[in-house]
């Protein structure tokens, strides 16, 4: 009955799949932007922007509570898991491995295209972001000054710095951290399920966010710099589409086309949501029931990797960014500054910590070349259209990077891959409702 009422409920109602209302308000955005734009309607313009930037704002009010609970079970759910710790060194590797892949394609682009050449912008007037970051920022703010802070400015690297203490506390105390334990689970599920509630807004907050955008921005602010946001949508369009279904084919023998159709919802929300860590259920949610990962150790990695996973925000972007900044104040760069791209992008990439934007990535790397912190400035204008395509980026590399990991390690139910990918009609299977069935077969 639970199989059946909801899919006749939506042919009642006459309501298209998810990804059709996400498509559809991707198209009517497109068309509110160019209207308000062209005919100057600023009354549209701020109804789109107040549409969007509110969606926005209910995805954040649950990041706090979801990052702190979803990494304390993750955690937790590891001591179901055989081989737990070459499971989560495997995830690490290839996380890491990924990462450089991606970085390595960014610099390549900037390279070849030389993204800052021959733009005359004005940089007199450039000022450095409110939210930088550096080395000593960076590894000084993880450790948060007081616990309550950190929820209430949202700080989530300073959460999932208390979580994975929490979290790896509860192991080591064993049966006395149970009701802890059921605590965290319940307040999980609650978090969760409010959260898919805010989901299944998506296509409404797709029309304002495409909207607002194209409204404010449109062809004049990129113009100056299209090389550039060329250079990310096919930067991260080469990780996705190429860099990806290689990794999955080569090293999963899987089939890539049926890990795009089962990861597709997730990407798509992340595309328009432009947060890892608010499509973080929904990416969970597709790799358990679409791609055949076990619940175990999807609730490990995708939470992990929505807080540390970033190859568009980490990868891509800063060191195309790091070339066009060099670029725009003459100050080249060295082979030695390339390298030290890459290790930053591979070691720092939890600065990004799933949020939307990725600033204090860029500044990071910024300033660890020694480049005018001021350059940040000159793309946070363009920053949300970026930032859409990088976060779809994030999501996907996440999901493949799991998928593949659970491939090798011979616990993909590939049965469940290979199928035609379930409809996502039904709110979601929550993560302490554990399978009996691969719980056991897990156990072997």
């Known amino acids: 009955m639970t199989e059946t009422t909801p899919a006749r409920?939506?042919?009642?109602?006459?309501l298209p799949s998810f990804g059709?209302?996400?498509?559809?308000?991707?198209?009517?955005?497109?068309?509110?932007?160019?209207?308000?734009?062209?005919?100057?309607?600023?009354?549209?313009?701020?109804?789109?922007?107040?549409?969007?930037?509110?969606?926005?704002?209910?995805?954040?009010?649950?990041?706090?509570?979801?990052?702190?609970?979803?990494?304390?079970?993750?955690i937790v759910q590891l001591r179901h898991l055989t081989n737990?710790?070459?499971?989560?060194?495997?995830?690490?590797?290839?996380?890491?491995?990924?990462?450089?892949?991606?970085?390595?394609?960014?610099?390549?682009?900037?390279?070849?295209?030389?993204?800052?050449q021959g733009i005359s912008l004005d940089?007199?007037?450039?000022?450095?972001?409110k939210s930088q970051g550096s080395w000593t920022d960076f590894l000084v703010g993880i450790v948060p000054t007081n616990p309550v802070k950190a929820f209430v400015e949202g700080n989530v690297l300073q959460i999932v710095f208390l979580a994975v203490v929490v979290g790896f506390a509860a192991m080591r105390l064993g049966a006395k951290a149970e009701s802890f334990l059921d605590v965290n689970a319940a307040l999980l599920e609650i978090t969760q399920k409010a959260l898919w509630w805010i989901i299944r807004l998506?296509?409404?907050?797709?029309?304002?966010?495409?909207?607002?955008?194209?409204?404010?921005?449109?062809?004049?602010?990129?113009?100056?710099?299209?090389?550039?946001?060329?250079?990310?949508?096919?930067?991260?369009?080469?990780?996705?589409?190429?860099?990806?279904?290689l990794l999955l084919a080569v090293f999963g023998r899987l089939n890539p086309m049926r890990f795009f159709s089962g990861a597709w919802p997730a990407i798509q929300l992340a595309f328009v949501s432009r947060s890892s860590v608010g499509t973080m259920p929904l990416t969970q949610r597709v790799t358990i029931e679409r791609l055949g990962v076990p619940r175990e150790y999807a609730s490990f990695a995708i939470p992990f990797g929505a807080t540390s996973k970033m190859d568009g925000c980490a990868g891509v972007y800063p060191a195309l960014a790091?070339?066009?900044?060099?670029?725009?104040?003459?100050?080249?760069?060295?082979?030695?500054?390339?390298?030290?791209?890459?290790?930053?992008?591979?070691?720092?990439?939890?600065?990004?910590?799933?949020?939307?934007?990725?600033?204090?990535?860029?500044?990071?790397?910024?300033?660890?070349?020694?480049?005018?912190?001021?350059?940040?400035?000159?793309?946070?204008?363009?920053?949300?259209?970026?930032?859409?395509?990088?976060?779809?980026t994030n999501v996907a590399g996440q999901a493949a990077m799991t998928t593949l990991v659970a491939a090798r390690a011979g616990i993909l139910d590939r049965t469940v891959y290979d199928a035609p990918p379930a409809k996502l009609t039904q709110e979601p299977a929550l993560v302490s409702q554990a399978r009996p069935a691969r719980e056991a077969a897990l156990a072997h």
């Not at 610099?107 to 295209?113: A, D, K, N, R, S």
């Open 123 to 129: 940089v007199s007037g450039a000022q450095a972001p």
């Open 202 to 245: 998506a296509p409404v907050g797709t029309l304002g966010l495409i909207g607002a955008a194209v409204a404010q921005y449109g062809w004049d602010l990129l113009a100056p710099l299209a090389t550039f946001t060329l250079d990310v949508y096919v930067g991260c369009a080469i990780i996705m589409f190429v860099v990806y279904p």
């Open 322 to 392: 790091a070339i066009f900044v060099s670029q725009i104040f003459g100050m080249p760069l060295s082979i030695g500054d390339y390298v030290l791209i890459a290790f930053v992008s591979v070691v720092g990439s939890a600065a990004t910590a799933g949020l939307t934007g990725a600033i204090v990535m860029l500044t990071l790397t910024l300033s660890t070349l020694g480049l005018p912190l001021a350059g940040a400035g000159l793309l946070l204008a363009i920053d949300p259209i970026l930032d859409m395509m990088r976060t779809a």
């Open 20 to 74: 059709a209302q996400i498509l559809l308000a991707l198209i009517l955005g497109l068309a509110f932007g160019f209207l308000a734009r062209s005919a100057q309607l600023d009354w549209l313009t701020a109804t789109l922007d107040t549409v969007g930037s509110l969606f926005i704002q209910l995805l954040k009010l649950a990041v706090p509570p979801l990052v702190f609970t979803a990494i304390v079970a993750s």
């Open 9 to 14: 409920t939506r042919r009642r109602l006459g």
């Open 84 to 116: 737990a710790a070459r499971l989560a060194a495997s995830t690490l590797g290839w996380f890491a491995l990924s990462g450089l892949i991606a970085v390595s394609i960014g610099l390549g682009l900037g390279l070849l295209t030389n993204p800052g």
